[in-house]
Each structure stands twice: as structure tokens, then as C-alpha cells.
């Protein structure tokens, strides 16, 4: 049986995105890109608790809706707005700057009573927090958090903001740092690294765990080093990741592992076929995060050494947290920062990949009523039922 993200890929594989600048991707459930039918009645702060769920309409910014994450992101939050009985409404923004910061004007002038967003830098978050305190719009981030220590302005003005809610995001320097160990426990010792955007908050973390990982194995192993390449750049695309990889393998022909650091899914796919290309699959291993939907047989065929992923349902939480604030369940946020910690699933073989693909793949996590008791829940509650996401937990609901 063909599996759901396959079959649901492929549907929306011809969908038209950001032909005007403002892409609806229509109600909860409809794989199309539609516009939205109903406009919501008031917009953000303490008017919106009278909404009824028919009435609220949630947007979405996100890079790509289309590509492997991005897919697998929209096909979760679709459901989420199905089973809650509200709309939700998507821009593709390709993490291009200035696009990302248009989308949010576009979704509040939508309608929009509540935002999600997946930018590409921090400083494209002072825009957006001001348009939400303008149109009165409730803004949680997914997959990207603030960096205090890094931009404390940025991080004082979200704090400061009573409609800016906080950020769902995984730990990235420890995602890098367990991926280069799995190439490294593989006897890989010359590993070349492509990057997405210069500067991208998470990128830059999973970047710090690669070379921690690195730097921590020539310390105890001084006799039998390893060696990080400088970063090739890829974007967001399958063809840049292609490019990324033959120039990594050109330039160094004793390269023996790769290390496409994310970007959505599609510069991986590149790198796996440059390197398939030059005949080299057993040669490289292949590490990366985001999940492909052929994961398990390319773990099988070696053209994948490992992954991280299993995270598409990080917006879920962040669309949980905007939900209730509009509905006024969740309150106060001016003064306040809600770092929300989700976990990757990590994979290394195709045993591993075998119980992701039947309570994630195959199926949703999430039941249509598991996501509606999701919705009940108080902050302190939503935060643990993000901690708690695993196949283990998956399994233990799903198998009953």
C-alpha cells in the first residue's frame, strides 16, 4: 500500500504557489490551494475570545508547503485545523527576506487572527513582530527561536510584544553533534558539509554541532582524526544541493561522508543524486536532517548513513499555542518568552526506520481526537505533550 505523505505529495505537487504575492491554501483538509471562504469576524487580542472555530483562520508562513518537510508540516496542520474546525491559510516564502516578512502583512490582511512562522534570520522577526502588534495578530515561530545572546534587541522586543508568543524549535548543536557521531562511529574521518542560507539561525546551530563533534573525537582520538570541510552552500533547492556536492567532491577526491545540513529535504535529494552520479554511493555516507519518504530504502541501499527528523509535527505545537491565544484560553504574553524544546527521532538503519514509517508515515501520530484534546490542554501540559512526541509514544497510543 502506498503510503499517506507519497500519495499526498504527489497530489499537491501541481499546486500553484504565490502567483500574487498572497498564496491561500484553502480551508483545513483541502490539499488544494483555494482560498479561504470565510473571513474571520475581529482580529487578535481580547475580542477574538468570543470566536467561534469556524470564525478563527490561522496562517502559515513557511518556506516551502510543497517539499518533503514542508509537505509533511501542511499535511499535520491540515489536519489539526480539520479535526478543530477552523481555517488555516499558507505563503511560501522560500526563505527569501524580503518574502518572508511580506508574508506576514499578507496573512494579516487576510484575515488572519493568528500566525505561525518558519523564517529564515532573526531580523526578519522585527518586521514581523510589529505587523502582529499593528493588526493585534497572535506570531509563534516554528523551527526557529530568537537568539538572545546573539540578538538581544530582536529578543527583547518579542518578549515585550503581548502578541508574540515564543517559539517551538528543536536543540540543533546537539542534532549536529549526534549526526557527525554517526559518521564518525561509521570510520568516517573527511566529511564535507553543504549549508542552506548564511546566517540562518538553525543552521548556524546544527554547524556548531558538527565541528563540537568533531573537535570533541580529536580530542580523545588525537591519533586517528577527522576533518570538517568548510561549507558549500546549497539553498533551498534539489539543484544547489547537486551543484554543493560535486564541487565538495571535486575539490577533495578522499571525501568519505556528506553532510547536507537541511534546508527542507530537496538539497539533500540533490546530494544523494551527485553522489549517485559519480558512482561513489558506497564510497560517501550520507548524514542529514529531515526526513525523505524513501528514507527506509535508502538506509537499506546505503545510499543514507542516518537522519534526523520526525519533526513535522513542530508547527502542530506552535499551532496549538496560537490557537489558544486566540481563543483567550493562553494569556499575558507581554513579558514573557514561551521556549517551547521539541525532540528529533534519529535513525541509523533500516531496522530503526521501520516503527518511524508505521506511526508516522503510514498514519499520522495523531488522532483527529488526540489532536482535539491537544487543543484542551494548558500551556504546562501542551509543553510536556511536545517533549513527550517519539515513536515509543506514538506506538504505545496507536497499537492499541
Not at 504565490?18 to 498564496?23: D, I, S, V
Request: proline share 4%; glycine share 10%; aromatic share 8%.
Amino acid at each position: 500500500m502506498k503510503k499517506i505523505f507519497r500519495k499526498w505529495i504527489a497530489a499537491t505537487s501541481c499546486a500553484a504557489m504565490l502567483t500574487t504575492g498572497l498564496a491561500a491554501c484553502g480551508n483545513a483538509g483541502n490539499t488544494g490551494n483555494a482560498d479561504s471562504t470565510a473571513a474571520a469576524s475581529t482580529s487578535g487580542g481580547a475580542e477574538t475570545k468570543a470566536l467561534e472555530d469556524k470564525d478563527i483562520k490561522i496562517g502559515v508562513s513557511i518556506w516551502s508547503s510543497t517539499d518533503v518537510l514542508g509537505s509533511q508540516c501542511k499535511l499535520i496542520l491540515d489536519e489539526a485545523a480539520k479535526a478543530l474546525g477552523v481555517q488555516v491559510q499558507y505563503v511560501d516564502q522560500g526563505h527569501v527576506s524580503e518574502k518572508v516578512t511580506a508574508s506576514v502583512e499578507q496573512l494579516a490582511a487576510a484575515g488572519c487572527q493568528g500566525i505561525v512562522i518558519c523564517n529564515s534570520s532573526d531580523t526578519e522577526m522585527t518586521s514581523a513582530i510589529k505587523t502582529a502588534n499593528d493588526n493585534k495578530v497572535y506570531l509563534a515561530q516554528f523551527f526557529r527561536v530568537i537568539s538572545e545572546q546573539n540578538n538581544p534587541d530582536i529578543y527583547k522586543m518579542a518578549t515585550d510584544s503581548p502578541y508574540y508568543i515564543g517559539a517551538v524549535h528543536e536543540n540543533e548543536p546537539e542534532n549536529g553533534e549526534k549526526l557527525v557521531n554517526i559518521l564518525l562511529d561509521k570510520g568516517d574521518r573527511n566529511i564535507g558539509l553543504i549549508g542552506w542560507e548564511q546566517g540562518d539561525a538553525t543552521w548556524l546551530g546544527r554547524w556548531e554541532g558538527y565541528k563540537a563533534g568533531v573537535e570533541k573525537w580529536n580530542k580523545e582520538h588525537p591519533d586517528d582524526p577527522a576533518k570538517l570541510s568548510e561549507p558549500q552552500y546549497a539553498g533551498t533547492s534539489s539543484e544547489g544541493g547537486s551543484k554543493a556536492a560535486e564541487a565538495l567532491m571535486s575539490a577533495d577526491p578522499t571525501l568519505d561522508a556528506l553532510i547536507p545540513a537541511g534546508g527542507g529535504g530537496d538539497p539533500l535529494q540533490g546530494a544523494i543524486a551527485a553522489v549517485e552520479r559519480a558512482g561513489k554511493t558506497q564510497e560517501i555516507d550520507i548524514v542529514s536532517t529531515d526526513f525523505l519518504p524513501d528514507l527506509g530504502e535508502r538506509l537499506e541501499n546505503g545510499s543514507m548513513a542516518g537522519e534526523s527528523g520526525g519533526h513535522y509535527c513542530d508547527p502542530l505545537i506552535a499551532f496549538m499555542l496560537v490557537y489558544n491565544a486566540i481563543k483567550g484560553n493562553y494569556s499575558g504574553f507581554e513579558g514573557r518568552f514561551e521556549d517551547v524544546p521539541f525532540p528529533y527521532l534519529y535513525v541509523s538503519s533500516a531496522d530503526d526506520y521501520k516503527a518511524y514509517e508505521k506511526y508516522f508515515v503510514d498514519q499520522l501520530p495523531f488522532t483527529d481526537e488526540e489532536l482535539v484534546e491537544m487543543s484542551k490542554l494548558d500551556l504546562a501540559g501542551l509543553k510536556d505533550a511536545a517533549a513527550k512526541i517519539s515513536i515509543e509514544d506514538a506506538e504505545a497510543r496507536l497499537s492499541k
